[in-house]
Nanobody, 125 residues
Framework: QTHVVESGGQLVQAGGSLRLSCAAS????????IGWFRQAPGKEREYVARISTTGAATYYADSVKGRFTISRDNAKNTAYLQMDSLQPEDTALYYCAARAPAVTGGVKPADWPYWGRGTQVTVSS
């Protein structure tokens, strides 16, 4: 069983930055694509970004493009989501997810079999 654990969420002021971490246990993270999703109260889980096994390919939702950066350090078995220029609408529970490499899909929660429990990011205005 592959487990991922998120950390780094906290309260931050608008315009600030945070870096979320996603650590893996049970298996080597380098074998998996990693994705970040978020879910605000009363809303559906939303795709944020994903990264290939080597980190050579990264993809972002339009809502975070240019502000968020996904990366990974396979030697540390950890992936990251650097979030800059945070806005109140970025407030959500942020989830890390893992999946086997695939050519298609990746923006739907159903595409990802392994999930963490989330880390809360709150952006105050």
């Amino acid at each position: 069983q592959t487990h991922v654990v998120e950390s780094g969420g906290q309260l931050v002021q608008a315009g600030g930055s945070l870096r979320l971490s996603c650590a893996a246990s049970g298996r080597t993270l380098s074998s998996y694509f990693i994705g970040w999703f978020r879910q605000a109260p009363g809303k559906e889980r939303e795709y944020v970004a994903r990264i290939s096994t080597t980190g050579a390919a990264t993809y972002y939702a339009d809502s975070v493009k240019g502000r968020f950066t996904i990366s990974r350090d396979n030697a540390k078995n950890t992936a990251y989501l650097q979030m800059d220029s945070l806005q109140p609408e970025d407030t959500a529970l942020y989830y890390c997810a893992a999946r086997a490499p695939a050519v298609t899909g990746g923006v739907k929660p159903a595409d990802w079999p392994y999930w963490g429990r989330g880390t809360q990011v709150t952006v105050s205005s």
